[in-house]
């Protein structure tokens, strides 16, 4: 195998990563940014939409059915708990939803291993999926690649949401003039429920994509809660443009580092996010700027 | 008057019968406390391992005329604790030996601290050297030590063509036992003549999910064979990966420093054939004794009964007879009475050494391929190819 070879590897291996965390990252932050809620229940969410496709793959259905079906199912998960858990604590402290969701993470976990058991899980992925293509000397698998389309399909169509539509418009300014938005007519209630639903369905996207990539078990998300924050605050809290240059920065960071390093792979992510916080502490592109 | 002389005769009866103590009783258990990891990542290799304790203690029944009372308490992993649970259950419960542990981190964190806890702890799963000879109150009789399985996996490679001429990447898991499995294969390999492409081995964090990297890096080299040392709920998990970069159809062979356990086996699917590894037992040990033993878990669990289970099965069997012996729940006489126990079970007959206080038995090598029709409805099998006896994988004592 070839510098050239490896080098493609490398770097599809580091999108496809920094793609998982990106579509992760931005529901968190979707979250946090337009309803104020840090939710440590995020990661359980993402392996709720894991769990849940693996389920529907299992009994038949077509994986690309499952990936529209699994995040909705996710999204329905989000809009319980943002009703019966997140909305009774709205007007007390932040503390008290950071411990809510804290809760409610290890709640979703047991669920999980209770239906599911502890063993790991594996999506069947149709025939064609499960090749490998020949790029430039290197074999790579073709899930891997879809993974970079959905995320790239994913993205395009939240942007274009949020900057074309009337509801995305008025959800990018409750985020930053959240009182004005409320004079205007618009429901707050609705901006809430709706962030919820949003964020958890993007958990679940990235927990179906993520099931045939890595491996399906019951503590998938609390490893991609720390570094989905580890995005985030490198990023910007509650700043999406911000997320996606954290991400994409981060997926390539930990595979260059697992290549070349390998033992300290992870301390070399920490220690870039320690670097960027002690020059800016508000993240690359500041906090709060939900566009 | 005697009316009088009645009621204080009762009253006196019943003060007496009060405090009695209560262990004169036949009926008080004998506590054993069971540590196992019961969530987090191996959660479902401790869940074996408590079935086969608990079997181990059903089966008994009693000892000492007295029943068996299991504690099970769950370690996360996490050495600290599982020393605060050793503590709970030593100090509140009353346990009088320790069973239990997967992970050597945790293994050796609880050996640390023995002597405060003074009672015997025997170990069913851990694999590192360091327990030879540790404290005269740890015992191993479990999983396959690092060493053994370093004998057993390169006399299989030495021993198969079509594992033997080739290079081999070592990739562990980063922690005690990963280190200690990586460090224990090369030296025995390199006297062997085997090939090793990378003695400063790679270490991966063990909570590592994408292994993309370092696949990408096994490829970027160009071997032939994988030595890997993960735990045994991972090992399915790099295989499925590896299978979908290619790996293993490339015709690069892996071989293993732990058992993976047969659930995982069975959702890694094809993706898990061709994986090479010495360990205690496998479902495919055709022996009355193995395929009474397998039958017994299915009836109970209706699971595919696994290494895990067995090896601690016969663990606590061991541990048993030790108690019995000793005759007493003493910790220093149940310590004394476990050195040179043994008991025969699903593999053989299954030793603990009086020099080191480290069992011996004997283990087989096993290839993971299509499984033929069996009661478990198992799809993968372990199948065994060789079998080594206990004098072969040593330590000499």
């Known amino acids: 195998m070839g510098g050239v070879s490896t080098a493609i590897d490398i770097t599809l291996n580091s999108l496809v990563l920094g793609g998982v965390f990106l579509i992760v990252a931005i529901g968190l932050n979707i979250i946090y940014g337009l309803s104020r809620v840090m939710n440590l229940a995020h990661g359980s969410l993402y392996a709720l939409g894991a769990y849940s496709g693996y389920t529907l793959v299992s009994t038949g259905l077509n994986f690309f059915v499952a990936l529209l079906l699994a995040p909705l199912l996710v999204g329905v998960a989000g809009l319980l708990i943002e009703r019966t858990v997140i909305a009774p604590m709205r007007s007390r402290s932040i503390v008290y939803t950071l411990i809510l969701t804290y809760g409610l993470m290890f709640f979703i976990d047991g669920l999980i291993k209770y239906t599911w058991g502890n063993e790991p899980r594996f999506i069947d992925l149709p025939a064609f999926m499960r090749e490998t293509l020949p790029i430039l000397g290197t074999h790579y698998p073709v899930f891997r690649l879809m993974t970079l389309l959905i995320t790239a399909v994913v993205m395009a169509g939240l942007m274009l949401f949020l900057s074309r539509t009337k509801t995305g418009m008025t959800l990018r300014a409750s985020s930053t003039i959240p009182e004005m938005v409320s004079c205007l007519g618009v429901n707050m209630k609705y901006v809430h429920i709706g962030a919820f639903v949003l964020g958890s369905v993007l958990a679940g996207i990235a927990g179906i994509i993520a099931g045939p990539l890595t491996t399906i078990d019951p503590i998938m998300g609390h490893e991609m809660l720390i570094s989905s924050f580890v995005v985030i605050v490198i990023g910007g809290l509650g700043s999406l443009r911000g997320a ?4 994409l920065l981060i997926g390539a960071v930990q595979t260059l580092a697992e290549f070349f390093i390998t033992d300290l792979a992870m301390v070399i992510v920490y220690m870039l996010m320690a670097i960027i916080l002690a020059i800016k502490p508000r993240g690359i592109l500041g906090e709060g700027k939900f566009e | 008057m005697m009316k009088r002389l009645i009621i204080v005769s009762l009253c006196m009866f019943l003060s007496f019968t009060m405090f009695v103590p209560q262990q004169a009783a036949a009926a008080d258990p004998v506590k054993i406390g069971v540590i196992v990891p ?21 089966e008994k029944g009693t000892l000492l005329g007295r029943p068996i009372e299991l504690i099970v308490e769950d370690t996360q992993v996490k050495p600290p604790i599982a020393v605060t649970k050793a503590e709970k259950l030593v100090y509140k419960d009353g346990a009088v030996a320790l069973i239990g542990v997967f992970s050597s981190g945790v293994g050796l964190a609880l050996a640390k601290n023995i002597d405060k806890l003074n009672v015997p702890f025997l170990s069913t799963h851990v694999m590192t050297t360091a327990f030879y000879g540790l404290n005269p109150m740890v015992f191993r009789s479990g999983q396959l030590a690092n060493d053994q399985t370093a004998v057993g996996n ?3 490679i030495m021993a198969r063509p079509d594992l033997k001429d080739r290079t081999y990447y070592v990739i562990v898991h980063d922690y005690a036992w990963g280190h200690d499995a990586g460090q224990r294969f090369i030296e025995l390999a390199k006297k062997n003549g085997i090939k090793i492409y990378n003695e400063d081995f790679d270490k991966a ?3 590592t999910k994408d292994w993309s990297s370092y696949i990408s890096k096994i490829k970027a080299s160009g071997v032939d064979g994988v030595y890997m040392a993960f735990i045994t709920n991972v090992i399915p998990v790099f295989a499925k990966q590896a299978y979908d970069f290619g790996l293993q159809q490339a015709g690069v062979k892996m071989v293993s420093a732990a058992a993976p356990g047969p659930l995982e086996l069975e959702a890694g699917g094809e993706a898990c054939y061709g994986i090479f590894g010495a360990s205690d037992w496998s479902w495919d040990v055709n022996t009355p004794e193995s395929d009474k033993w397998e039958m017994a878990f299915w009836k109970k669990y209706k699971t595919i009964p696994s290494d895990a289970a067995a090896h601690s099965y016969v663990g606590a069997m061991n ?9 007493s729940t003493d910790p220093k006489a149940i310590a004394d009475a476990l050195r040179g126990i043994s008991y025969d079970g699903p593999y053989g007959t299954v030793r603990i050494s009086a020099k080191d206080n480290c069992m011996r038995n004997s283990a087989v090598l096993t290839e993971t391929m299509a499984a033929p029709d069996n009661p478990f409805g198992a799809k993968v099998v372990m199948k065994v190819l060789q079998t080594f006896p206990a004098e072969e994988l040593g330590p000499p004592e």
């Open chain 1, 244 to 247: 996606v240059i954290a991400a």
């Open chain 2, 38 to 58: 019961l969530t987090g990542i191996v959660a479902q290799g401790g869940l074996e391992m408590k079935m086969g304790i608990e079997m181990a203690a059903e």
């Open chain 2, 154 to 156: 390169v006399k299989g």
């Open chain 2, 205 to 207: 964090p063990i909570k």
């Open chain 2, 319 to 327: 541990l048993f007879k030790g108690i019995e012996k000793a005759g």
